[in-house]
């Protein structure tokens, strides 16, 4: 089969035979031109903003035109000429690798994730959008003057399709159902009423009258206090019992005997406890909102997504919630308070007795705000659980450290330093006890052990409660793509095109967070921003060091956007190369080959290994135009065998 443009887009659109495919396969694999086309095709889809072809001028193109080529049935003489324009034009070649694309999608059911159907919706105008009747200078409708001067233009403004409202209902079918319920439920209220208060007697809130057996019953004067009720001389009856929570215990007393019961002593209010006015009301709640004014996520676990969280909203037992960068958000319980800085996860539960506070650190970081005397934090992390007792009013920072050995798939164990600010911190891990001087910080290492670590200034973070003033300007920015009643992933989507590359990396780093992988693994092929793809390596890497399972959740979205073939070379680039790899030389010559692989995420991954392993910059290697000085510096340092791995930690 012979190599040409339908043949090419018939093979990548995956249209033809297992033989034909692997025909074509071959041609590509030894023609630098077709992989040149193949990645140029790749571009030209998805390049936003990128016009239709015109229908008029030297360079205007008849859609039948189009179709007459995907279909074979245009003459041989012209199809030349067609390939030549679409070769030299990229709205033309679009035009042509989108429609066969289209075409060959038709008896397919096409896959539409729910975010891309979501936010069409939103794009759906409504009745505002239509534009008002012109008038005249009286004032007058254009539609009652004479018709006018000359013929109707033939093209007319088509205007955006509008759902019709549906006809209203009649009155009693609206506040008919609503009013029958009203009416029954004070027909209810009413007999529950008589039924409680035969014969218009009221019993007093303090005591209850036991009568005998068949004779009528008493008319007491209500009981304002606790005192027993003093029943009618004509009318003999039992002497009154208190009730069980004021005097479970008391002896039977003769009615007219019965002493006025004094009233209980008034509690000492506790210096070291807070006052209970000055909480918060949590009902039904283990905590609540106490303050966020950026983005503070909660897992609806019915619906299946995350939804924002407001000032005052109570968080039950066992619910997760998640704060984004650069914000800080704070969570109070009913006698204290815990903050969560910039991207972290906790898992809430409701506080024991003798317990200030009761979460799972997931991910991130927080401090121990406000505190009082003899509070204790219960936290888990991991599979480990520790009990934090601060120093009153001491802010304490709580990290969970996530790492993964390079080269490993699978991230290291988790495990939690602690910070104190000006006090001493009392710490124990299931009886492995420990005490923190102030100012210093110490590790739980995975044998469950404390390491106390070099003293060292306490961090802002647990120091300062408020944000740098970078990340609050660029936080105002971030948070007003997020709208009420609107999907948060959908929020992020939208961030992800922001002209600011501080930004989109924001937004990255939040649809990683959120774990969203189908809106960042597509970000590794951004030609246009080298600043989104670096953030989107970043955070896929972070992503495979939170869990076992997370390798193979990245390993399906690769295979989805990428195929199984190029996943594979994605994946491994991603997971990076380990200290004995790293001193190989076949590593790295594998390295410099990939600075010219047809995709750009390739070439992204491998300069990013590239700096990686050997501590240089990219030698002026932009991954979006390869071709240059800088794949010559570094083709010439492996000709020289001047790579090797640099001293120290890598930087990811």
């Given at each position: 089969?012979?190599?040409t443009l339908r043949?090419l887009?018939?093979?990548?659109?995956?249209t033809?035979s297992p033989n034909?495919?692997?025909?074509?396969?071959?041609?590509?694999a030894?023609?630098p031109?077709a992989?040149?086309?193949?990645?140029r095709?790749h571009?030209?889809?998805r390049r936003?903003?990128l016009t239709?072809?015109?229908?008029?001028?030297?360079?205007?193109?008849?859609?039948?035109?189009?179709?007459?080529?995907l279909?074979?049935?245009?003459e041989p003489?012209?199809?030349?000429?067609f390939?030549?324009k679409?070769?030299t034009?990229?709205?033309h070649?679009?035009?042509?690798?989108?429609?066969?694309?289209?075409?060959?999608?038709i008896?397919?059911?096409?896959k539409?994730?729910?975010v891309?159907?979501?936010?069409?919706?939103?794009?759906i105008?409504?009745r505002e959008?239509?534009?008002p009747?012109?008038?005249?200078v009286d004032g007058?409708?254009a539609s009652?003057?004479?018709?006018p001067?000359?013929p109707r233009p033939?093209?007319?403004p088509v205007q955006p399709?509008?759902?019709?409202?549906p006809?209203?209902?009649?009155?009693w079918?609206?506040y008919?159902?609503?009013a029958?319920?009203?009416?029954?439920?004070l027909i209810?209220?009413?007999s529950?009423?008589?039924s409680?208060?035969p014969?218009g007697?009221?019993?007093g809130?303090?005591?209850v009258?036991?009568?005998?057996?068949?004779l009528?019953?008493?008319?007491p004067a209500?009981?304002?206090g606790?005192r027993?009720v003093e029943?009618?001389p004509?009318?003999p009856a039992?002497?009154?019992?208190?009730?069980?929570?004021l005097?479970?215990?008391?002896?039977?007393?003769?009615?007219?005997?019965?002493p006025?019961?004094?009233a209980?002593?008034?509690a000492k209010?506790?210096p070291d406890?807070?006052?209970?006015?000055?909480?918060?009301?949590?009902?039904?709640g283990a905590?609540?909102v106490?303050?966020?004014?950026?983005v503070?996520?909660r897992?609806?676990n019915?619906?299946?997504t995350w939804?924002r969280?407001?000032?005052?909203?109570?968080?039950?037992?066992?619910?997760?919630?998640?704060n984004?960068s650069?914000?800080?958000?704070?969570l109070?319980?009913?006698s204290?308070?815990?903050?969560?800085?910039?991207?972290?996860e906790l898992?809430?539960f409701?506080?024991a007795?003798?317990?200030?506070?009761?979460?799972?650190?997931?991910r991130?970081?927080?401090v121990?705000r406000?505190?009082?005397r003899g509070?204790?934090f219960m936290v888990?992390?991991?599979t480990r659980s520790?009990?934090v007792t601060p120093?009153?009013?001491?802010p304490?920072?709580?990290e969970?450290?996530?790492?993964?050995?390079?080269?490993a798939?699978?991230?290291a164990?988790?495990?939690?330093r602690?910070?104190s600010a000006?006090?001493?911190v009392?710490l124990d891990?299931?009886?492995?006890?420990?005490?923190?001087?102030s100012?210093?910080?110490?590790l739980?290492?995975?044998?469950?052990?404390?390491?106390?670590?070099?003293?060292?200034a306490?961090p802002?973070?647990v120091?300062d409660?408020?944000?740098p003033?970078?990340d609050?300007q660029?936080?105002?920015?971030?948070?007003?793509y997020?709208?009420?009643?609107?999907p948060?992933v959908?929020?992020l989507?939208e961030?992800v095109?922001d002209e600011?590359?501080?930004?989109?990396?924001?937004?990255?780093?939040a649809?990683g967070a959120?774990?969203?992988l189908?809106?960042?693994v597509?970000?590794?092929?951004?030609?246009?921003?080298?600043v989104?793809?670096?953030?989107?390596i970043?955070v896929?890497?972070q992503?495979?060091?939170r869990?076992?399972e997370?390798?193979?959740?990245v390993r399906?979205?690769?295979?989805?956007?990428?195929?199984?073939?190029?996943?594979?070379s994605y994946?491994?680039?991603?997971?990076?190369?380990s200290?004995?790899e790293?001193?190989?030389?076949?590593?790295?010559?594998s390295?410099?080959?990939?600075?010219s692989?047809?995709e750009?995420?390739?070439r992204?991954?491998?300069?990013?290994?590239?700096e990686?392993l050997t501590?240089?910059d990219n030698?002026e290697?932009?991954?979006a135009?390869?071709?240059?000085?800088?794949?010559?510096?570094w083709q010439d340092?492996l000709?020289?065998?001047a790579?090797?791995?640099?001293?120290?930690?890598?930087k990811s």
């Amino acid at each position: 089969m012979r190599l040409t443009l339908r043949t090419l887009l018939a093979w990548l659109d995956d249209t033809l035979s297992p033989n034909e495919v692997r025909e074509i396969g071959k041609q590509v694999a030894e023609s630098p031109f077709a992989r040149e086309l193949v990645e140029r095709l790749h571009k030209v889809s998805r390049r936003r903003r990128l016009t239709v072809p015109s229908s008029n001028g030297p360079d205007g193109t008849d859609p039948n035109e189009v179709a007459a080529y995907l279909d074979n049935e245009m003459e041989p003489d012209a199809v030349a000429e067609f390939e030549r324009k679409c070769l030299t034009s990229d709205v033309h070649l679009a035009e042509v690798a989108c429609s066969h694309q289209i075409l060959s999608l038709i008896g397919q059911k096409a896959k539409v994730p729910d975010v891309v159907r979501q936010r069409m919706h939103h794009l759906i105008k409504g009745r505002e959008s239509q534009p008002p009747a012109p008038r005249t200078v009286d004032g007058h409708a254009a539609s009652k003057m004479s018709a006018p001067v000359g013929p109707r233009p033939v093209k007319q403004p088509v205007q955006p399709w509008v759902t019709p409202l549906p006809p209203e209902r009649p009155a009693w079918q609206r506040y008919g159902p609503v009013a029958g319920v009203c009416v029954l439920f004070l027909i209810l209220i009413a007999s529950a009423w008589m039924s409680l208060t035969p014969g218009g007697a009221a019993s007093g809130p303090g005591a209850v009258a036991v009568l005998d057996a068949g004779l009528p019953q008493p008319n007491p004067a209500p009981n304002a206090g606790n005192r027993a009720v003093e029943p009618a001389p004509v009318v003999p009856a039992a002497a009154a019992i208190p009730h069980p929570d004021l005097a479970a215990n008391a002896p039977p007393v003769a009615p007219a005997e019965v002493p006025e019961k004094p009233a209980p002593e008034a509690a000492k209010p506790d210096p070291d406890k807070a006052d209970a006015s000055k909480l918060p009301n949590l009902p039904q709640g283990a905590a609540a909102v106490a303050n966020t004014e950026g983005v503070l996520l909660r897992w609806n676990n019915d619906a299946r997504t995350w939804e924002r969280l407001d000032d005052g909203d109570s968080v039950k037992n066992q619910e997760r919630v998640l704060n984004l960068s650069p914000f800080r958000a704070l969570l109070s319980w009913k006698s204290s308070r815990v903050e969560l800085v910039s991207e972290t996860e906790l898992r809430v539960f409701s506080a024991a007795a003798g317990q200030a506070a009761r979460f799972e650190l997931v991910r991130g970081r927080v401090v121990l705000r406000d505190t009082k005397r003899g509070e204790t934090f219960m936290v888990t992390f991991g599979t480990r659980s520790v009990r934090v007792t601060p120093s009153p009013d001491s802010p304490v920072g709580l990290e969970v450290v996530l790492s993964r050995p390079a080269g490993a798939a699978v991230g290291a164990a988790p495990r939690l330093r602690v910070y104190s600010a000006d006090a001493e911190v009392e710490l124990d891990a299931g009886g492995h006890k420990d005490t923190l001087a102030s100012s210093s910080s110490i590790l739980l290492n995975d044998a469950g052990e404390w390491t106390q670590e070099t003293a060292q200034a306490t961090p802002n973070w647990v120091a300062d409660p408020s944000l740098p003033p970078f990340d609050k300007q660029i936080g105002e920015q971030f948070v007003k793509y997020f709208r009420p009643k609107r999907p948060v992933v959908a929020d992020l989507v939208e961030a992800v095109d922001d002209e600011q590359a501080d930004i989109r990396r924001l937004a990255i780093a939040a649809l990683g967070a959120v774990g969203d992988l189908s809106m960042i693994v597509p970000v590794l092929n951004n030609a246009e921003s080298a600043v989104s793809r670096r953030a989107a390596i970043n955070v896929l890497r972070q992503y495979l060091s939170r869990s076992p399972e997370n390798i193979k959740a990245v390993r399906e979205q690769l295979n989805t956007e990428f195929g199984e073939d190029s996943a594979a070379s994605y994946e491994r680039l991603l997971i990076g190369f380990s200290p004995r790899e790293a001193r190989e030389e076949a590593t790295y010559r594998s390295l410099v080959d990939q600075l010219s692989a047809a995709e750009v995420g390739l070439r992204e991954l491998a300069i990013w290994n590239l700096e990686d392993l050997t501590g240089r910059d990219n030698l002026e290697y932009d991954a979006a135009n390869p071709e240059g000085k800088g794949l010559k510096a570094w083709q010439d340092l492996l000709r020289n065998k001047a790579l090797r791995p640099a001293a120290g930690v890598p930087k990811s």
